[in-house]
């Protein structure tokens, strides 16, 4: 069984700095593209980051230029730096992996459990 463990949420004062990190754990899968996204109360989950398998990089512009995803395939794990946080970045924040598994491989979607940052005014 295949699972993506979180890290690294907390709580920061705004213009602090926290690292996010979601590690692929279980037997016989590949991992594509990984990303990041956060969820508020009543609101819809929205994405963060994206990376690709080969390290083509998204962001959502309001993230652009303060947080940093990046990934170690030998780990099958994903990071995601996040500099100069503000209070509006207080969400919950979810990994996201997109896995090849079986044979012939299929992809299926994995989530995270979440992962709590809130940024201090």
């Known amino acids: 069984q295949v699972q993506l463990v979180e890290s690294g949420g907390g709580l920061v004062q705004a213009g602090g700095s926290l690292r996010l990190s979601c590690a692929a754990s279980?037997?016989?899968?590949?991992?594509?593209?990984m990303g990041w996204y956060r969820q508020d109360p009543e609101k819809q989950r929205e994405l963060v980051a994206t990376i690709s398998v080969g390290g083509t990089t998204t962001y959502a512009n309001s993230v652009k230029g303060r947080f940093t995803i990046s990934r170690d395939n030998a780990k099958n794990t994903v990071y995601l730096q996040m500099n100069s946080l503000k209070p509006e970045d207080t969400s919950v924040y979810y990994c996201?992996?997109?896995?090849?598994?079986?044979?012939?491989?299929?992809?299926?979607?994995?989530w995270g459990q979440g992962t709590q940052v809130t940024v201090s005014a």
């Open positions: 279980g037997s016989a899968f590949g991992i594509n593209d």
């Open positions: 996201k992996a997109v896995l090849r598994i079986g044979a012939p491989p299929r992809l299926d979607i994995y």
